[in-house]
């Protein structure tokens, strides 16, 4: 009762290992402890190598897979701004163009862009489940959406590993 609602949210940053758990206040103490446990520890070692392939392939991968999608975003988010009070019909209407957009990005091509790819669509679904009732509500959407792909950010590297996990669980050895 005597914490405010403001309170609850704390704006400390938290990475934690996917393997085993452990938390982390920096991303690079994360990635310092992964490569520590590669040594000994076969999961460790195979998330390290799909979290390195990744970050090889990703800028190209993320500009040959989501570079229309994410100026598409951009333009449906110049039109939500310049939006006065939309409907919810209206907000509707700009969440199906979202979906079609999402429809249009082309075939990934191999086995990292696949992975890249389930990881940003899943994201990008969930996301539009949120609550999208009034137009700040559509901003937060179409906000968390282009922060997918901009690299450093929480949802990026969040990206990131969920593509590296999901590589490493289809194309390398199950652990």
């Known amino acids: 009762m005597g914490e405010s609602s403001k309170g609850k949210h704390s704006k400390t940053k938290s990475y934690y290992c996917p393997i085993c758990g452990e938390r982390f206040g920096e991303f690079s103490e994360l990635i310092d402890h992964i490569r520590k446990e590669s040594y000994g520890d076969k ?3 195979v998330l390290l190598t ?7 392939h990703i800028n190209a991968a993320i500009n040959r897979l989501f570079a229309s999608f994410s100026q598409k975003i951009r333009e449906i988010e110049m039109e ?8 919810e ?17 082309p075939e990934p091509e191999d086995p990292i862009e696949m992975a890249l790819y ?11 489940n949120w609550r999208r009732k009034t137009k700040r509500d559509l901003l937060r959407i179409l906000s968390a959406i282009r922060a997918i792909f901009v690299e450093g950010r ?4 969040s990206m990131l590993l969920k593509a590296a996990m999901i590589l490493s669980n289809k194309y390398f050895i199950r652990v």
């Open 43 to 45: 999961a460790h070692e």
């Open 118 to 128: 389930e990881s940003v669509v899943s994201n990008i679904q969930a996301i539009l």
């Open 89 to 105: 019909k209206k907000i509707g209407d700009i969440i199906l163009k979202i979906q079609q957009e999402i429809e249009k990005i």
């Open 50 to 56: 799909a979290y390195y392939t990744m970050v090889t």
């Open 80 to 87: 939500a701004k310049s939006l006065k009070k939309p409907s």
């Open 154 to 157: 929480k949802a990026y590297i």
